[in-house]
Structure formats: C-alpha cells, structure tokens
T-cell receptor, first 116, second 116 residues
C-alpha cells in the first residue's frame, strides 16, 4: 500500500518570504499523480497544484511550484512571496493511475502560519 | 467560487434524530465522493459513486446511508449517530473514476456535524 509522509506538522513564514513544505511518498508504481491541497480555517479543500509522475518538468501555478524528485519519491511545495491568505493546512496526496476508485492517499498535513 | 456546494453548513443533531446532508455539483462530473474529516486530520474516504451507482463503501457503519438521485446530486442520510461521528463531512467530485489527470477531485466546503 502506498503511504504519504509530511514530516513538518507546522511551519511558519514571514509575509513576502518563501517557504517549502516537504512531502515524501512510498510506492512501487511508476504511473501515478501527486497533489497539494490547501484547507484554510474556512474548511474548503482547494487544489493548489498537481503533478503527473511521467512528466519530468515540475508543475507551477503562479506563486506555487513543486520540486518533484521521482527517484527520491519526494514532492515538496514551494510558496513564493507568501501572503496572509496562504495560511492553511496543506495536504500532500498520492493517487495511483492504475488502481480502481480514484482514491487519494493523504499525508498527515502541515499547518502553515504566515506572520505579518 | 466552489463548484461543489454542500448544505447545510452546520448541523447539530441528537442521537435519535434522522437528518440528511446534501451535495451538488454542476461540472458534469460522473463520480462523487463522501469523506469524513476530524480536526487537524486528513479526510477519510467513506463512499464513492460512479454514474449514480455505489462503487466503493469503505466499511462505513450502516447508520450512514448514501444516495445518488442523479448525476449532480449526492446525499448522505444520517440516523442514530454517535457523538464520535461529529466531524466535518466533505463531498468531492471528479470527471470519472478512470484515473487520468482529468479525474482530479474537487471538494465542497463541507458540513460541520455535531452529534449530541
């Protein structure tokens, strides 16, 4: 079974600075997808960024980018120019491209605090 | 703005009550999901519907009864719940269960359920 590990329960960043959230995963598969979801205190889980494992190029979405290291099974999220609105719980998630059910395997989450 | 809506936002019920949670999506998705989320924990999958048929039940107690009346609607009927069932209930949808990148899950804002 696949597992996802987020080793940082909490992180803090100063407004306008850059922060990196760590995520590692364990799988024997070669075809899969990785996601970062953000859940602010308002509760809604919002997709931040996604990565297809067969693509070597790291995904980027505005201030959010990932460092995808397939051999190391690492998928970290970099947030540039941090804003107060980035404060949230961030979940890293894995999804097999082969297994039935489209199931997400979530990490435990990282709480990001943004200081003004 | 979310394209997955959930009602009600909050629900308080007694252990003998019967209530229902509602989820609606207008993205033309054919797969819908129910998750349960405890505070500061990742979501736990409960049920998955595909083309209005129940595809996955993650061994959820029978006091939770899902229903998918049509491709846009998903209900979760609640009966004889326990205080430990108090949680945030999230609905999600995806294009299908086929497992491609287009089958990314999008979440609703959730219903905060309190069982007294």
């Amino acid at each position: 079974a696949q597992t996802v590990t987020q080793s940082q329960p909490e992180m803090s960043v100063q407004e306008a600075e850059t922060v990196t959230l760590s995520c590692t995963y364990d799988t024997s598969e070669s075809d899969y997808y990785l996601f970062w979801y953000k859940q602010p205190p308002s509760r809604q889980m919002i997709l931040v960024i996604r990565q297809e494992a067969y693509k070597q190029q790291n995904a980027t979405e505005n201030r959010f980018s990932v460092n995808f290291q397939k051999a190391a099974k690492s998928f970290s999220l970099k947030i540039s120019d941090s804003q107060l609105g980035d404060a949230a719980m961030y979940f890293c998630a894995y999804r097999s491209a082969r297994e039935y059910g489209n199931k997400l395997v979530f990490g435990a989450g990282t709480i990001l605090r943004v200081k003004s | 703005d979310t394209e997955v809506t959930q009602t009600p936002k909050h629900l308080v019920m007694g252990m003998t009550n019967k209530k229902s949670l509602k989820c609606e999506q207008h993205m033309g998705h054919r797969a819908m999901y129910w998750y349960k989320q405890k505070a500061k924990k990742p979501p736990e999958l409960m049920f998955v519907y595909s083309y209005e048929k129940l595809s996955i039940n993650e061994s959820v107690p029978s006091r939770f009864s899902p229903e998918c009346p049509n491709s846009s609607l998903l209900n979760l009927h609640l009966h004889a719940l326990q205080p430990e069932d108090s949680a945030l209930y999230l609905c999600a949808s995806s294009q299908t269960l086929a497992g491609g990148i287009v089958d990314t899950q999008y979440f609703g804002p959730g219903t905060r359920l309190t069982v007294l």
